[in-house]
């Protein structure tokens, strides 16, 4: 597949790629964008059959994932802007949104916010997974999302970037993930590829997932890090595309959830 001349040589080369963690629009303060054409080439050169898409502006990601093949959406939920709510429903019912993205570090506020509760309750009812941008004081520490993951045990929470750039946050973030059995990692723009190996052997292998955090990060650099992070090929496949398609989909051969097959 494409995939095969776009990575570098590592000995294995991924068979399939499920991105957990993509981004669309506009981001002029960190100087890059992406649209429904430039998210459609990066698919195609990298592989990528599935990808989970989101950006602030919830009607822009409708548009994309209308558009593009295999990309499906996640609502961003900010509890600050009126309606988020009703919104986030309306666009939970449509065939290609699959979860919910918060971010707490950019729209301030706590992860267990009260005012999320009910959208948490409502997609614990659908079985859909929530991911939190997870690495950075004071709003997205491990230990914040933690306490929400303790309030709703029944919710599939993902830790995005499990930590980020921060030791102290990645090894919190293992931890957490490893001490709640809801809790998954997810390894965009974490630097160490190391600890995508030790986060597989302590928390289980079906619990960590790639990401690549377009345009902010490369994929070729952040499937590389999973290439190259000591896994046996077999757990490879499994954080690379499986468990995404379990998580996101329902089903580990799935390459859209049921209401888009």
């Known amino acids: 597949m494409s995939s095969s001349s776009a990575l570098p040589a590592t000995g294995y080369e991924p068979r399939e790629i499920v991105d957990a963690h993509m981004h669309v629009g506009d981001f002029p303060e960190f100087n890059v964008r992406l649209d429904a054409s430039g998210l ?19 009607q822009y990601t ?47 506020f706590h992860p267990n916010d009260p005012a999320l509760h009910p959208l ?69 723009g974490m630097p160490m590829h190391t600890k995508i190996a030790e986060a597989v052997e302590r928390v289980g292998p079906e619990k960590v997932m790639y990401g690549s955090d377009i345009p902010f990060h490369e994929i070729g650099v952040e499937v590389r890090k999973v290439l190259v992070s000591g896994l046996e090929p077999a757990l490879v496949e499994r954080v690379l595309a499986t468990n995404a398609r379990k998580l996101f989909f329902g089903d580990e051969q799935a390459d859209a959830p049921p209401a888009a097959r």
């Not at 295999?70 to 666009?91: C, S, T």
């Open 120 to 188: 948490i309750e409502e997609i614990v009812r659908r079985d859909m997974p929530v991911l939190l941008h997870c690495g950075h004081p004071i709003f997205s520490l491990p230990w914040s999302i933690e306490e929400l993951a303790r309030q709703f045990p029944a919710a599939r929470v993902i830790l995005g970037h499990m930590g980020h750039g921060n030791i102290i946050y990645i090894n919190a973030s293992i931890d957490v993930a490893e001490r709640n059995p809801n809790v998954y990692l997810e390894t965009s």
């Open 40 to 58: 459609t080439a990066l698919m195609q050169h990298y592989g990528i059959v599935s990808g989970m898409v989101f950006t602030p502006d919830n």
């Open 62 to 108: 409708r548009t994309v994932v209308e558009e593009v093949d295999g990309a499906f959406g996640m609502v961003w939920a900010n509890p600050h802007r009126p309606g988020f709510l009703e919104e986030a429903l309306e666009l939970l019912d449509h065939p290609r949104f699959v979860g919910v993205k918060l971010h707490p570090l950019l729209d301030a």
